[in-house]
């Protein structure tokens, strides 16, 4: 027998098998799905026999009753009791039967036919058969946990188990012979399953038969629960009955609900922790902003050396507190999986130089050495994010110099397979115990809970990185010893790019050394492999010197093109050896000296003599551009003189520039702050105290570029700038340039101030030389010139009736603005609908738009933007132009 698709399959099948009566399931072109045993000692056939042989085969009926079949069934017709001769495997068995047909019905499809045989020719032996399959129906069913109710085709309870019992409150006593609805339903499906009983008695379909459905149920004290149904029917004693099988799922709907609910929980605490984020960001980088702004103001104003050491103690705790609020930052946005890595094409060198660079300042603080070594076969342009790429090195790089007291930190980059590229920091720190090292990249940990005490940080670093790496394609790996060092090593995704495919400009320097012998005189050898590859890449043949007296002894014995001079070597300072090849009349302008970050040898070197240095590590670009000046012919006066030079005024700086600018800023310490940023130039700076006050003067005066700080009291600059926006579009007049100054780093908000209608955003803290910049860029956009005067066209018919409804506009604008200043709104809403509904009847469409404008704000009781739309319809009446058009 083939087994049902729903859960109750196999007790359904049970129940099939125990009817006395022959059961036969065929599909719609009479191949037998199911043949019961009843069916086996009726026929002869065995079940597998029957498997998948047609019916007419199996069953063979006088030729006068062929007129009734299967397909009757399968028509949708339902045949009860039909009485005739048939045999089956004997031929010569033929004997009276009774034949039921029903069509087979699955989600209101008919899919084959059901048919009930019943031998009259044996009558008086079934009510035995049936005691002893009613005894093992119901054992079968009384063991059961899900409730079993069968019931008739009027909706009469006829069977009713124990599990029914506990399920419902009912016995089974009081449970026979009642409807089922009336029973347990609620009330409300009561009219719904009375008509679904109607069609089943009429042939045995139903839209519950052959699914599962989740309903509710209502037990004998009223309470309503879930209940799980699976129906299936079948044809008995002239009539159609059902079997419903109910499992009571309260239990795991109390358990879909809990998660649902922790579900919410979960995203309505991600939501507060983002907002609690994003308000803290702005509450620390507002008063940071100053903190950081005025230690820039003050650094360029005369100050003691102990005022000067004051100062850098502020400004590295300043900078400090935005390291670590940035990383909560960062590791919040990770871990909802919020940052979003950027595709651009970038130069991997650059990028690795800057980053050195930067750091050198760090390490050359602590006498600590910084090399970078960048193999020569790495692709130079890439795909990938390079800001995210320089982070990870930045935490790397900073930890190494953090946790290491002297020696030095190494950089290294290289190929590592196909679109693949390998970073790693070594350092000669203290290490990291072994059973520390898989606890170092989650978050809030470091090597040792000591460590926080004495080396600072809140153990973000790391698990940042971690998940930077993951993002770009790669992992990161960390070998150390303990009291030794550490090496921490990563790889990304970073496709290389078709060097011709990157703009020319960009090509940097193609430095060509062929032929030159070049002196490089370190006593660091990692920095001479380094710089030692980099020149040879470049074609040049290179000699190493690791000792001062040796470079002196080699200098005076080859004649190098050029030598590249370290500050000190070994057991010489590089000035010294300078003096030393001095005596030996050396040409010095052939030396060029790499000296550390921190500028204390610069005037030292320039006192020896020596006008080339580049600081260490060299970038390739640095060292590119000293070693070419040596090898660089004199110009000729004839070449100066045919020279090109760009005309002073053709690029006019952002500071040389006559600005009006308006800044809309609640703080005190920054406005302050952007003063003095601002004061060196020739702009005349505005200040509104919030966004409804900088909306007012916007209205009132015409500026180059606003300053809109996103978040004030009474009117925020989301708004603000929404509203600016609002009066340049109903006005036609030009878009002013708005630059977004907030607390906030996270991409969402960023986009939050551009949908607004900002240019650009910086984030505060905000630093002299970022606003000057992007004030700059911003100026440099294309500006479009004034915008034409505005276009009417009217319909000629109305030409005599034009001046006269142009006036009476101009008089409800002087209404308006007066009731604008009494507060009257509800009557400027009145005047507002009226210029709303008449503009676009006279070809005035701006006049429509703008009365529209005018009422909401009313609505709103927004005096400003009131006001805003008086002075934008105002200013449209004064210069639209009319054209008088022929109706057609």
């Given at each position: 027998?083939?087994?049902s698709?729903?859960?109750s399959?196999?007790?359904?099948?049970?129940i099939?098998e125990?009817?006395?009566?022959?059961?036969?399931?065929?599909?719609?072109k009479?191949?037998?799905t199911?043949?019961?045993?009843?069916a086996?000692?009726?026929?002869?056939?065995?079940q597998?026999?029957a498997?998948?042989?047609?019916?007419?085969e199996?069953?063979?009926?006088?030729?006068?009753?062929?007129?009734?079949?299967?397909?009757?069934?399968?028509?949708?017709?339902?045949?009860?009791?039909?009485?005739c001769?048939?045999?089956?495997?004997?031929?010569?068995?033929s004997r009276?039967?009774?034949?039921?047909?029903?069509?087979?019905?699955?989600?209101?499809?008919?899919?084959?036919?059901?048919?009930v045989?019943?031998?009259?020719?044996?009558?008086?032996?079934?009510?035995?058969?049936?005691?002893?399959?009613?005894?093992?129906?119901?054992?079968?069913?009384?063991?059961?946990?899900?409730?079993?109710?069968?019931?008739?085709s009027?909706?009469?309870?006829?069977?009713?188990?124990?599990?029914?019992?506990?399920?419902?409150?009912?016995?089974?006593?009081?449970?026979?012979?009642?409807?089922?609805?009336?029973?347990i339903?609620?009330?409300?499906y009561?009219?719904?399953?009375?008509?679904?009983?109607?069609?089943?008695?009429?042939?045995?379909?139903?839209?519950?038969?052959?699914?599962?459905?989740?309903?509710?149920?209502?037990?004998?004290?009223e309470?309503?629960?879930?209940?799980?149904?699976?129906?299936?029917?079948?044809?008995?004693?002239?009539g159609?009955q059902?079997?419903?099988?109910?499992?009571?799922?309260?239990e795991r709907?109390?358990?879909e609900l809990e998660?649902?609910?922790?579900?919410?929980?979960?995203?309505?605490?991600?939501?507060?922790?983002?907002?609690?984020?994003?308000?803290?960001?702005?509450?620390?980088?507002?008063?940071?902003?100053?903190?950081i702004?005025?230690s820039?103001?003050?650094?360029?104003?005369?100050?003691?050396?102990?005022?000067?050491?004051?100062?850098?103690?502020?400004?590295d705790?300043?900078?400090h507190?935005?390291?670590?609020?940035?990383?909560?930052?960062?590791?919040s946005?990770?871990?909802?999986?919020?940052?979003e890595?950027e595709?651009?094409?970038?130069?991997?060198?650059?990028?690795m130089?800057?980053?050195?660079r930067?750091?050198?300042?760090?390490?050359?603080?602590k006498?600590?050495?910084?090399?970078?070594?960048?193999?020569?076969?790495?692709?130079?342009?890439?795909?990938?994010d390079p800001?995210r790429?320089?982070?990870?090195?930045?935490?790397?790089?900073?930890?190494?110099?953090?946790?290491?007291?002297?020696?030095?930190?190494?950089?290294?980059?290289?190929?590592?397979?196909?679109?693949?590229?390998a970073?790693?920091?070594?350092?000669t720190?203290?290490?990291?115990?072994?059973?520390?090292?898989?606890?170092?990249f989650?978050?809030?940990?470091?090597?040792?809970?000591?460590?926080?005490?004495r080396?600072?940080?809140?153990g973000?670093?790391?698990a940042?990185?971690?998940?930077?790496?993951?993002l770009?394609?790669?992992?990161?790996f960390?070998?150390?010893t303990?009291?030794?060092g550490?090496t921490?090593?990563?790889?990304?995704?970073?496709?290389e790019?078709?060097?011709d495919l990157?703009?020319?400009?960009?090509?940097?320097?193609?430095?060509?050394?062929?032929?030159?012998?070049?002196?490089?005189?370190?006593?660091?050898?990692?920095?001479?492999?380094?710089?030692?590859?980099?020149?040879?890449?470049?074609?040049?043949?290179v000699?190493?010197?690791?000792?001062?007296?040796?470079?002196?002894?080699?200098?005076?014995?080859?004649?190098?093109?050029a030598?590249?001079?370290?500050?000190?070597?070994n057991?010489?300072?590089?000035?010294?050896?300078?003096?030393?090849?001095?005596?030996?009349?050396?040409?010095?302008?052939?030396?060029?000296?790499?000296?550390?970050a921190?500028?204390?040898?610069?005037?030292?070197?320039s006192?020896?003599?020596?006008?080339?240095?580049?600081?260490?590590?060299?970038?390739?670009?640095?060292l590119?551009?000293?070693?070419?000046?040596?090898?660089?012919?004199?110009?000729?006066s004839s070449?100066?003189?045919?020279?090109?030079?760009v005309?002073?005024?053709a690029?006019?700086?952002?500071?040389?520039?006559?600005?009006?600018?308006?800044?809309?800023e609640?703080?005190?310490?920054?406005?302050f702050?952007?003063?003095?940023?601002?004061?060196?130039?020739p702009?005349?700076?505005?200040?509104?105290?919030?966004?409804?006050?900088?909306?007012?003067r916007?209205?009132k005066?015409?500026?180059?570029?606003?300053?809109?700080?996103?978040q004030?009291?009474?009117?925020?600059?989301?708004?603000?700038?929404?509203?600016i926006r609002?009066?340049?579009?109903i006005?036609?007049?030009?878009?002013?340039?708005?630059v977004?100054?907030t607390?906030?780093?996270?991409?969402?908000?960023?986009k939050?101030?551009?949908?607004?209608?900002?240019?650009?955003?910086?984030?505060?803290?905000?630093?002299?030389?970022?606003?000057?910049?992007?004030?700059?860029?911003?100026?440099?956009?294309?500006?479009?010139?004034s915008?034409?005067?505005?276009?009417?066209?009217?319909?000629?018919?109305?030409?005599?009736?034009?001046?006269?409804y142009?006036k009476?506009?101009?008089?409800?604008?002087?209404?308006?603005?007066?009731?604008?200043?009494?507060?009257?709104?509800?009557?400027?809403?009145?005047?507002?609908?009226?210029?709303?509904?008449?503009?676009g009847?006279?070809?005035?469409?701006?006049?429509?738009?703008?009365?529209?404008?005018?009422?909401?704000?009313?609505?709103?009781?927004?005096?400003?933007?009131?006001?805003?739309?008086?002075?934008s319809?105002?200013?449209y009446?004064?210069?639209?132009?009319?054209?008088?058009?022929e109706?057609d």
């Open positions: 027998m083939k087994k698709d729903t859960p399959g196999t007790f359904s099948e049970s099939v125990s009817i006395p009566c022959a059961v036969v399931v065929t599909d719609t009479g191949i037998v199911v043949w019961n045993a009843a086996v000692e009726l026929f002869g056939w065995t597998q026999d498997a998948g042989r047609h019916i007419d199996l069953v063979i009926l006088s030729d006068e009753n062929r007129r009734i079949s299967y397909q009757d069934a399968v028509g949708g017709k339902v045949i009860r009791g039909f009485e001769s048939g045999c089956g495997r004997d031929k010569g068995d009276r039967v009774s034949i039921s047909y029903a069509p087979l019905d699955e989600n209101g499809t008919t899919t084959g036919s059901v048919i045989y019943t031998s009259l020719s044996e009558r008086d032996s079934i009510p035995d058969s049936i005691r002893e399959n009613d005894i093992r129906f119901r054992a079968m069913t009384e063991s059961a946990q899900d409730a079993v109710i069968i019931i008739d009027d909706g009469r309870i006829s069977f009713f188990n124990s599990s029914a019992e506990l399920m419902f409150g009912y016995s089974r006593e009081e449970a026979l012979g009642s409807r089922l609805h009336k029973l339903a609620p009330e409300p009561w009219e719904m399953i009375e008509m679904g009983f109607r069609e089943f008695k009429k042939n045995g379909t139903g839209m519950m038969l052959g699914r599962v459905v989740e309903i509710e149920g209502r037990r004998k004290n309470n309503i629960f879930p209940v799980e149904l699976s129906v299936s029917s079948f044809f008995l004693n002239g159609w059902a079997t419903g099988i109910l499992r009571d799922i309260s709907k109390e358990i998660l649902i609910k922790a579900r919410e929980e979960a995203l309505r605490a991600a939501r507060i922790k983002s907002e609690f984020l994003t308000n803290m960001s702005h509450e620390i980088r507002t008063p940071l902003n100053a903190i702004g005025t820039d103001l003050l650094k360029q104003t005369e100050l003691s050396p102990a005022q000067q050491n004051y100062l850098r103690v502020n400004t705790a300043g900078e507190l935005l390291h670590i609020i940035n990383d909560i930052l960062d590791i946005k990770a871990e909802a999986g919020r940052i890595l595709k651009i094409v970038f130069d991997i060198f650059e990028e130089e800057t980053a050195c930067t750091m050198s300042f760090k390490a050359h603080r006498k600590l050495e910084i090399n970078c070594r960048i193999r020569p076969d790495t692709p130079r342009w890439v795909v990938g800001s790429l320089k982070q990870i090195v930045f935490n790397l790089v900073g930890n190494a110099i953090k946790f290491t007291a002297e020696g030095e930190i190494n950089i290294a980059v290289k190929p590592d397979g196909p679109g693949k590229i970073f790693s920091v070594t350092d720190g203290i290490g990291i115990p072994e059973d520390k090292v898989e606890a170092i989650q978050s809030f940990t470091q090597g040792d809970s000591s460590h926080t005490r080396y600072g940080g809140t973000l670093g790391l940042i990185c971690s998940r930077l790496a993951k770009m394609g790669g992992e990161i960390v070998e150390s303990e009291g030794s550490s921490f090593s990563f790889s990304c995704e970073l496709p790019v078709d060097p990157v703009p020319e400009e960009n090509h940097g320097w193609p430095l060509n050394l062929s032929g030159k012998r070049i002196l490089v005189a370190d006593d660091n050898q990692n920095n001479s492999v380094a710089v030692e590859e980099l020149l040879q890449s470049w074609g040049a043949s000699d190493l010197a690791s000792e001062g007296s040796s470079a002196v002894e080699m200098v005076a014995a080859v004649s190098y093109d030598i590249l001079l370290n500050s000190t070597v057991d010489l300072d590089g000035c010294e050896i300078v003096d030393l090849l001095k005596r030996e009349s050396v040409d010095i302008s052939r030396i060029v000296m790499m000296l550390p921190d500028n204390s040898s610069v005037e030292r070197c006192s020896s003599g020596v006008d080339r240095f580049v600081f260490k590590p060299p970038a390739r670009t640095d590119a551009v000293q070693i070419s000046e040596i090898f660089r012919k004199p110009e000729t070449e100066v003189a045919g020279s090109s030079f005309e002073a005024d690029v006019i700086s952002v500071k040389e520039m006559e600005l009006s600018i308006l800044l809309a609640d703080s005190p310490d920054n406005t702050l952007m003063q003095k940023y601002l004061e060196p130039f702009w005349k700076l505005t200040v509104a105290a919030n966004g409804q006050e900088a909306l007012y916007f209205l005066q015409k500026y180059d570029i606003i300053l809109m700080d996103m004030m009291p009474v009117m925020d600059g989301y708004e603000a700038t929404k509203s609002a009066h340049e579009h006005s036609g007049s030009q878009r002013t340039p708005i977004a100054l607390a906030h780093s996270l991409e969402d908000e960023i939050k101030c551009i949908d607004a209608g900002c240019d650009i955003h910086i984030s505060k803290p905000v630093r002299k030389a970022d606003l000057i910049e992007k004030l700059e860029e911003l100026m440099k956009q294309p500006v479009s010139s915008a034409a005067a505005p276009v009417a066209r009217v319909p000629a018919d109305l030409k005599s009736m034009i001046p006269g142009l009476n506009r101009q008089d409800d604008l002087a209404n308006m603005r007066d009731l604008a200043e009494h507060g009257k709104f509800d009557e400027i809403k009145r005047l507002a609908h009226r210029i709303k509904g008449s503009g009847g006279y070809g005035f469409d701006r006049i429509t738009e703008t009365g529209a404008e005018i009422e909401q704000a009313a609505g709103a009781e927004n005096r400003l933007l009131v006001l805003a739309g008086i002075e319809l105002e200013s009446l004064n210069t639209v132009r009319i054209e008088f058009r109706e």
